[in-house]
């Protein structure tokens, strides 16, 4: 486990603060020869996971020896014939996800998701260079009661398909406010895809955004349906996650009534009498009806968004 103190030289860079951390890594503020700010990304096998807040106490500052409640760390998820199986990792699986990460960060290139400067070798490690991106996060916002704007969502969904048609990231596979950054010019930045493995059936996501455990631009579209949900109503749609038949073929009659009866949520209008009709069947859609994809959110949105 590699942990870093402010003024410490890792690489060519100068370790500034923590800055946060990620579902099986740490992510420090550090500086580059020039005096340019690059967040630098650490495995580390006590990362994240549900079992996190056994261990570490819950404080309003952010440390690698405790757990802000601004943070919502991802799992690492086995999908299994028999069924899910929710781990740990260790060093070396995370290290290779790592890698894996930032070669699927170098791939894909867009102005909504982070941008990896490089990524070098330290005590036999793998350690990412990023682009440090100014702002807040939006479960900051949400947080702090900030007005929230639809066309945040907007801009994620069109990023997400101009990557997905050019086949340099189907999907990012855990969208969550943890893991959307809103610069001071409104613009958004993505950060943390899934890290996966489709040969071991290995995804690291965090289920209460996408309960279904999908690998498929479907999961971005439920990710988003359970934020909208969030921010209209103040709470999460489903508490028992993931879905316990996750990453099996949903053939039998068993399977679809547990999927039916495990998709049933309270209506946001039941919760906030004020969300619009239209908003609510946005979410809707997002959360239960399997043929709605990134193009039939965008389009509804958008007419949303004129209606306005």
């Given at each position: 486990?590699?942990r ?6 890792i ?5 500034q ?24 990304k ?18 309003a ?53 982070i ?18 991106v ?13 007005g ?77 349906g ?7 109503t103040?709470?999460?749609p ?71």
């Open positions: 486990m590699i870093l103190q402010t003024g410490e030289f690489g060519s860079y100068r370790v603060d923590f800055l946060a951390r990620g579902g099986f890594a740490c992510i420090y503020l550090a500086e580059d020869p020039e005096g340019n700010k690059v967040a630098l650490v495995g580390d096998v006590a990362g994240g996971g549900r079992y996190i807040t056994r261990f570490l106490e819950i404080t500052k952010r440390s690698p020896d405790w757990i802000s409640p601004d943070e919502t760390p991802g799992e690492a998820i086995f999908l299994r014939n028999d069924g899910i199986r929710i781990d740990f990792l260790d060093l070396h699986e995370i290290d290779t996800l790592i890698r894996s990460e930032a070669e699927l960060l170098t791939t894909a290139r867009h102005q909504n998701l941008r990896v400067r490089e990524v070098f070798e330290h005590e036999g490690r793998p350690i990412i260079a990023m682009d440090y100014r702002g807040r996060t939006l479960r900051e916002k949400i947080r702090a009661l900030e929230i704007r639809l066309n945040w969502f907007l801009s994620i969904i069109r990023s997400l398909q101009k990557m997905r048609d050019k086949g340099q990231l189907e999907y990012h596979g855990d969208l969550k406010p943890e893991n959307i950054m809103v610069k001071p010019s409104g613009s958004v930045v993505m950060l943390d895809p899934a890290l996966r493995d489709d040969e071991r059936g290995l995804i690291s996501t965090t289920p209460h955004y996408n309960p279904l455990l999908l690998r498929s631009p479907k999961a971005d579209v439920m990710g988003i359970v934020m909208l949900y969030e921010i209209l103040g709470t999460l489903f508490d028992e996650v993931p879905w316990p038949y996750a990453g099996r073929e949903q053939g039998g009659e068993v399977e679809r009534l547990s999927l039916s009866y495990f998709l049933s949520y309270p209506p946001p209008r039941d919760l906030n009498p004020n969300t619009p009709e239209a908003l609510a069947r946005i979410v809707y859609c997002c959360l239960t009806v399997p043929e709605y994809g990134l193009e039939e959110l965008e389009e509804d949105l958008v007419g949303f968004l004129r209606r306005e």
